[in-house]
């Protein structure tokens, strides 16, 4: 089966750096995706990575290894607002998404 | 403001009733989808629509009834529903097709309690 690991919930302090990651076992490979959701707000894209390595977006990267079947995202300078849940999706050989749970990252003052 | 609208925002109904879900996007994407999200589980997408053909229906129970009459409008009529089916309702839309990634924009979410 196909299935997308990624940790509950974590717990950084703000002005720190915090790294969440995901592994997948999919069929195929199209694209990682990673979303934000604020509590009682929609998912809004972060980032989307198809090949291996970093992408830096602002404070937020995000990084690839397609033949370790894991990905991260990267927060820096951790602000009070980046209180969310961070979803992680891959799209597989069908290009079908599947979705991880959600990692809801709670940041400390 | 993520261009995908939905309503009403919150709803409750009778195990009895029948109500509808209402969707529009105003990106000129050429994909809709609802997804349910439950707490705690991941994303389950229900119906996908590509450039108005139902193109997924991922075993989802006939009481759930998907529309959509053009490419910016999406509706999830709900009829007998159960207690069980009580969740947050999503919809997104996406420009599918050569060179895109694809990201999905999602609306604020349709909250179902049912009765």
């Known amino acids: 089966g196909q299935n997308i690991d990624q940790p509950t919930e974590m717990t950084a302090t703000e002005g720190a750096i915090v790294q969440i990651n995901c592994t997948y076992q999919?069929?195929?490979?199209?694209?990682l995706f990673w979303y934000q959701q604020h509590a009682g707000e929609a998912p809004t894209f972060l980032s989307y990575?198809?090949l291996d390595g970093l992408e830096e977006k602002g404070r937020f990267s995000s990084f690839l290894s397609r033949s370790k079947g894991y990905s991260y995202l990267l927060l820096k300078e951790l602000q009070m607002k980046d209180s969310a849940s961070y979803l992680c999706a891959v799209k597989d050989s069908n290009y079908q998404l599947i979705w991880g749970a959600g990692t809801k990252l709670i940041i400390k003052p | 403001e993520t261009g995908v609208t939905q309503t009403p925002r919150h709803l409750v109904m009778g195990m009895t009733n029948k109500k509808s879900l209402k969707c529009e996007q105003h990106?000129?994407?050429?994909?809709m989808y609802w997804y349910k999200q439950s707490a705690k589980k991941p994303l389950e997408l229900m119906f996908v629509?590509?450039?108005?053909?139902?193109?997924e229906n991922n075993s989802v129970p006939s009481r759930f009834s998907p529309e959509c009459p053009n490419s910016s409008h999406l509706f999830l009529h709900l009829h007998t529903l159960q207690p069980e089916d009580s969740a947050l309702y999503l919809c997104?839309?996406?420009?599918?097709?050569?060179?895109?990634?694809?990201?999905?924009?999602f609306g604020e979410g349709s909250r179902l309690t049912v009765l």
């Open positions: 997104a839309s996406s420009r599918e097709g050569e060179g895109a990634a694809g990201e999905l924009f």
């Open positions: 990106l000129g994407h050429n994909a």
């Open positions: 990575n198809v």
């Open positions: 629509y590509n450039f108005k053909e139902q193109t």
């Open positions: 999919t069929s195929g490979f199209n694209g």
